[in-house]
């Protein structure tokens, strides 16, 4: 099967469903509820990872609070 033809497929499927839901996006997040709900299993697991300082030159990172990051 080629990429064009998975996108393709895809892009159908995404179509029908939200045409099956009147494009109501209320609705269309409901139902992904619903069925995640039912899966039993969350796909997400842990904590989130702290961003990673990288110093130029240095092949190390550090861990950086989120009360540090600025933008400069």
């Not at 179509?15 to 995640?36: I, K, P, Q």
């Not at 697991?45 to 990172?61: C, Q, T, Y």
Request: aromatic letters at 4%; proline letters at 3%.
């Amino acid at each position: 099967m080629r990429c064009g033809d998975i996108l393709a497929e895809l892009r159908a499927w995404r179509d029908e469903f939200a045409r099956s839901h009147g494009y109501d996006l209320g609705a269309m997040a409901a139902t992904l509820r619903e069925l995640d709900d039912a899966a039993g299993e969350r796909i997400v697991r842990g904590e989130p990872h702290l961003p990673r300082r990288v110093v130029a030159g240095d092949d190390r990172a550090e861990s950086v609070a989120a009360n540090e990051l600025t933008i400069r």
